[in-house]
């Protein structure tokens, strides 16, 4: 009776999921697969190829915030930003964007678009604030640790003070910088990030920290971070 036991599992052979698994293993990659499975930080700004992100953030001034990305390519990030807070009719969204010049195994440069989300105001007695940053972003990572440095551009809608009135407002482009740090795996992290626009007359301080969870959206996506991780 062992004997047949042992004769009928050399016929049926493996369990489903331990052949679906050596199958997998066991597919050819392509040189453009290979370079998606190279080395690379598990940074903030920049997102693998096929990777969907989600994330949500809370600081100031925004109070809190959400956001969806995907990566395209390596190269690619884009995605969106949002919060509801009371006092607003609709939710407020903005694009977001990042393009990596460079990633390699340690190092990554490029950069990245953001808006800040700010409250409701009394638009009666004062004009709605609005900030944009774009950024050139440097990141150094290893193993569950990255940090990174932006520095660029800052614009934002500031007191008109000429108009003498409160409401009346006008934009203006001055220095936008700061730093971030990340600490997780391809899957699943949590990030402290600071950022400061500072002009002649006008100061903006921007600080959250979040959490991100990241999916791969198809089976060879996961294979290749399988893969990459061993």
């Known amino acids: 009776m062992h004997s047949l036991v042992i004769a009928a599992s050399l016929v049926i052979g493996a369990p489903l999921g331990e052949r679906e698994s050596a199958n997998a293993d066991a597919?050819?990659?392509?040189?453009?697969?290979?370079?998606?499975a190279r080395p690379k930080p598990n940074g903030p700004r920049f997102l693998d190829h096929g990777t969907l992100a989600l994330a949500a953030f809370g600081g100031a001034?925004?109070?809190?915030?959400?956001?969806?990305?995907?990566?395209?390519?390596?190269?690619?990030?884009v995605g969106v930003t949002a919060h509801w807070l009371p006092g607003q009719a609709w939710p407020r969204v903005w694009p977001v964007a990042a393009l990596a010049l460079w990633r390699g195994a340690l190092f990554e440069v490029g950069a990245h678009y953001r808006p800040v989300l700010f409250p409701?105001?009394?638009?009666?007695?004062?004009?709605?604030?609005?900030a944009h940053f774009a950024l050139a972003s440097f990141t150094l990572g290893s193993g569950l640790f990255s940090a990174g440095l932006d520095m660029g551009v800052a614009n934002l809608?500031?007191?008109?003070?000429?108009a003498g009135d409160p409401t009346r407002s006008r934009r203006e482009s001055m220095f936008g910088g700061g730093f971030v740090v990340r600490v997780g795996n391809e899957w699943i992290g949590g990030s402290l990030d600071a950022l400061a626009a500072v002009g002649d007359d006008e100061i903006l301080?921007?600080?959250?920290?979040?959490?991100?969870?990241?999916?791969?959206?198809?089976?060879?996506?996961t294979r290749l971070f399988d893969r990459r991780s061993r």
């Open 27 to 36: 597919l050819p990659i392509t040189r453009l697969e290979q370079w998606f």
């Open 157 to 162: 809608r500031v007191p008109d003070v000429l």
């Open 120 to 130: 409701p105001v009394d638009r009666s007695t004062t004009f709605e604030p609005d």
């Open 205 to 221: 301080l921007v600080l959250e920290a979040g959490v991100e969870i990241r999916f791969g959206l198809s089976p060879s996506v």
């Open 61 to 77: 001034p925004h109070r809190y915030r959400v956001e969806l990305r995907t990566g395209l390519f390596d190269v690619v990030s």
